[in-house]
């Protein structure tokens, strides 16, 4: 009997630590993903100097390149922030509440411009749900001037 119930110890001891290594690697998987488009926004703002509208401009070409890597994750921006609503290029001023794919916001230094940018990962599980969402935030390269027309 002392061996079943040793096995027994033995056995759920190697399932929890594979299912410890499977939130981990989830939220590996996730935070990769964000990280990576994080970057590619950030590419885009600097190539156009600026956030821009229009089909041209750096907006559609962002929301394209979510929608195209099946970005979904919404969360909180920053009160003041501008925030993207969807892909559809509808942008306004947060108010501090939720819904928002990435959030952006024109910062200067003297005659430099930069802009913060925030995107949002989630934990999710695939029996337990959404545990959490996390932000990644990034910052372009500062330059001089800004075509940006927004606001």
Known sequence: MREVSGTTWTFQIMILFILIFACFLTLVLS????????????SIIEKYEGVTEGDEGSLAIINNYLYQNSYKTKGQCPEGWYGAKDYAGTIEVSQGNGGYLYCFKEE???KKIYYNIRLFYRFNLPVIGEIA???????????????????
Do not use: H, Q
């Open 31 to 42: 935070y990769s993903k964000a990280y990576t488009v994080k970057n590619e926004m950030l």
């Open 108 to 110: 200067s230094a003297g």
């Open 133 to 151: 969402t996390f932000k990644v935030n990034g910052r372009t390269d500062s330059f001089i001037g800004s075509n940006s027309r927004i606001g």
